[in-house]
Nanobody, 116 residues
Framework: VQLQASGGGLVQAGGSLRLSCAAS??????MGWFRQAPGKEREFVAS????????YYADPVKGRFTIFRDNAKNTVYLQMNSLKPEDTAVYYC????????????WGQGTQVTVSS
């Protein structure tokens, strides 16, 4: 089982990026994105069930980020618009086997840097 995250980079404030997380080896009931800024704890960003239901966002990203999935490609995406410097962090994708279990599978992280 492997989660491969990609799509990070450097962007100016107000810009957009799309992160991808390709899962290999199996499918998961739920997948999500987390982020960790320097000196801060890892925080939840967004999650989605493989059925497309139960989509959740953290308050700081509501209205700016969109999580969606392509089941044919076994890939989850995070479209990030109107980026702010405070969105700067390493973004991790994660997966779990049910909505009631912790995220047990993690990708390697991809750096997102938003300049002011």
């Amino acid at each position: 089982v492997q989660l491969q995250a990609s799509g990070g980079g450097l962007v100016q404030a107000g810009g957009s990026l799309r992160l991808s997380c390709a899962a290999s080896g199996r499918t998961f009931i739920s997948m999500g994105w987390f982020r960790q800024a320097p000196g801060k704890e890892r925080e939840f960003v967004a999650s989605i069930r493989w059925s497309g239901e139960n989509v959740y966002y953290a308050d700081p990203v509501k209205g700016r980020f969109t999580i969606f999935r392509d089941n044919a490609k076994n890939t989850v995406y995070l479209q990030m618009n109107s980026l702010k410097p405070e969105d700067t962090a390493v973004y991790y994708c994660a997966a779990r086997d049910s909505d009631f279990q912790p995220y047990a599978y993690w990708g390697q992280g991809t750096q997102v840097t938003v300049s002011s």
